[in-house]
């Protein structure tokens, strides 16, 4: 048997480069990895593509790496932080908006092997023609926008293609874990994680009880064990925040 059980995060992580891009798991604070998070930010990591469903509220988990000036493109549908959006119009950061159901079909293909396809979301919009800003340049002026996507007609409805994620690395949490990698999640953190830890070449997961192989039923388990590459348990801490409540080089 492969014990994928590891006890210290920093060291489990310590092999991600900057510049990765690194897909997460979680809606809010829900089903968060917040001790693998804060744990690439005390590794320094910068430079990072992050691929996660929203920022969340507050200076924690993804909120602290976007404090900390640490993500250099966000892949999202929901960055709800207000102080996100200083950074994205100061042309510090990217932000690619993808709508929620196609967001997580895109780390499921790209989990599955596919490489494309095609939906009605998104159709007709900024988000496909071409015109939405990807980002923009210190003086405030659209520096870049996302590509336009191809457009196909099938029934009669317009479509268009997008494509899977395969991100560098992914980091999930779930509520319990065995040594084999096996996960099962628990009411609604069961919602990107599962997807984020199938689109990542190398996959981390903390978990908040870690079983004996075998312990988890066949029914219980939610995400087999081939997608996780190492188990490590979430701490009982409450997610860390710089000490700072202004992210710099954001304007207001």
């Known amino acids: 048997m ?9 060291v489990a992580l310590a092999p991600i480069p900057s510049g990765s891009c690194i897909a997460v798991g979680g809606f809010g604070s829900s089903g968060r990895p917040d001790t693998l998070l804060d744990a690439l930010c005390d590794l320094d990591r910068r430079d990072l593509h992050v ?7 507050d200076f924690t988990g993804i909120g602290r790496l976007l404090a900390e000036g640490r993500i250099r493109r966000l892949t999202a549908s929901f960055p709800v932080l207000p102080e996100f ?3 994205y ?22 989990g599955a092997g596919i490489p494309a396809f095609y939906t009605p979301s998104g159709a007709g919009t900024m988000l496909a023609d071409g015109t939405f800003p990807l980002g923009y340049d210190a003086s405030g002026d659209v520096a870049a926008c996302m590509p336009e996507r ?28 065995d040594r084999r990698g096996n996960l099962r999640f628990r009411l609604s953190a069961r919602n990107f994680n599962p997807l984020a830890a199938m689109s990542g070449r190398y996959t981390f997961a903390e978990v908040e009880h870690v079983v004996e192989a075998g312990e988890l039923g066949p029914d219980d388990i939610h995400l087999p064990g081939v997608f996780v590459d190492e188990v490590l348990l979430a701490s009982a801490e409450s997610p860390r925040q710089p000490a700072y409540s202004v992210i710099p080089g954001a304007t207001s």
């Open 51 to 57: 691929v996660v469903n929203n920022v969340g509220s």
């Open 2 to 10: 492969i014990d994928k059980f590891r006890t210290d995060p920093a």
């Open 85 to 87: 959006y200083d950074v």
């Open 89 to 110: 119009f100061a042309g510090n950061v990217e932000l690619e908006l993808i709508p929620q159901g196609t967001l997580a079909e895109r780390l499921r293909a790209g």
């Open 150 to 177: 191809e457009r196909r007609e099938f029934g009669g409805r317009e479509h268009v293609l997008e494509y899977g994620i395969v991100a560098d690395f992914a980091l999930v949490k779930a509520c319990q874990g």
